[in-house]
């Protein structure tokens, strides 16, 4: 198999198929593009999410404690506590797991987020740091959004910009080479987009607004989540590609790579379907956070597609087969996401 996240179909059939839900109180249980699973505890509802980080090398413990916190913030709900899980290659240092550990201490206080658990051990089983974070929030019943309530209709919101978190990554994993071409400023500012990794504060209050749903934007980039969010919600989208926001300093380092800023993971992006995106977009720019409309939800789910540029029809001719559209016309197919861009960067040979 490919290195990087399995792809939908083989989760699909390999795995979330085979799972049977066994318990009444399981609410929102596995699902291709689900963020997290909700249990009725019989008062509030627990929502839980899990996330490992295996391509990162510098402040991994920062970056694992808000990927798993930002799934727990698609619910529109603020996570309450942290397990962590933490497998150490045999070279690794004393040091090395202090630092990984002050990271995710440091970021859990940051977030007030209580570290409740976990595990920590050196195997061989490993050649680099493998950090898994679960991330456990509560919230009242029906007190909560899913990835699958989307509805025919819905624009679809992006916070921020997309492949944030991939230029980060490659900035620090990267650095002499980058340094080498774009110098220390350009260095130091693409570092700091590793501050701007959490969807907590727009998920938290585009839950409170009331949404259809959410999803945030990690491996398989922007266009990877937003199949993602049409198939957990079992509907089609048709994806403005031209309108997904790209920061400069993100499309020098994707450039640089050769790599696809929409399929570069992208944590600290959120997705949000709403049928009131003016007033979403507001309630955002008022507090700071920048966010525009980039696909709509369509009925069909055989209809899922990108176009690029020019007017966006409001009713395209939706017969539910792909192969009618093509770039030729404004259309192209939006496929599932495959292996994350940043394993290829990360491998890339300059």
Not at 11 to 34: F, T
Not at 44 to 63: F, L
Not at 155 to 178: D, F, H, N, P, Y
Not at 299 to 312: C, K, L, V
Request: glycine fraction near 12%; charged fraction near 25%; hydrophobic fraction near 40%.
């Amino acid at each position: 198999m490919q290195i990087g996240k399995i792809s939908n179909q083989l989760l699909d059939r390999l795995v979330i198929g085979k799972i049977k839900v066994r318990d009444r109180r399981v609410l929102v249980p596995a699902g291709v593009g689900e963020d997290c699973g909700v249990l009725d505890l019989g008062g509030d509802v627990c929502v839980v999410s899990g996330d490992p980080v295996t391509g990162a090398k510098e402040h991994a413990g920062r970056i694992a404690v808000h990927v798993a916190c930002n799934d727990i913030a698609t619910c529109g709900v603020r996570p309450l506590a942290i397990l962590s899980t933490l497998l150490l290659p045999p070279d690794a240092t004393e040091d090395d797991l202090e630092a990984i550990f002050d990271d995710i201490a440091d970021t859990a206080e940051s977030l007030d987020v209580s570290v409740i658990g976990g595990h920590t051990e050196v195997t061989d089983a490993v050649t680099r740091v493998v950090i898994s974070i679960t991330a456990i929030g509560a919230a009242k019943p029906g007190g909560y959004v899913t990835s699958g309530g989307a509805l025919a209709g819905d624009s679809v919101i992006m916070t921020k910009s997309a492949a944030i978190e991939g230029a980060a990554i490659l900035a620090a994993e990267r650095e002499e080479t980058l340094r080498k071409h774009f110098g220390e400023t350009f260095i130091k500012a693409a570092k700091l987009l590793a501050d701007d990794v959490s969807v907590i504060q727009e998920g938290v209050m585009a839950g409170t607004f009331g949404v259809h749903a959410m999803h945030d934007v990690t491996e398989g980039g922007a266009l990877g989540a937003l199949w993602e969010l049409a198939a957990a919600s079992g509907k089609g989208i048709e994806v403005f590609r031209d309108q997904i926001p790209v920061l400069d300093t993100v499309k020098q380092i994707c450039a640089f790579f050769g790599v696809d800023p929409y399929r570069l993971i992208s944590s600290g992006s959120m997705l949000i379907a709403t049928d009131k995106p003016h007033d979403v977009i507001m309630m955002l720019g008022s507090v700071g956070i920048a966010a525009c409309e980039v696909a709509r939800i369509l009925e069909n789910p055989g209809d899922r597609y990108i176009t690029d540029g020019g007017e966006h029809d409001e009713n395209p001719r939706l017969g539910g087969k792909q192969d009618e559209r093509s770039p030729s016309c404004g259309y192209a197919p939006l496929p599932p996401p495959g292996p994350d861009e940043l394993y290829r960067a990360l491998n890339k040979k300059l």
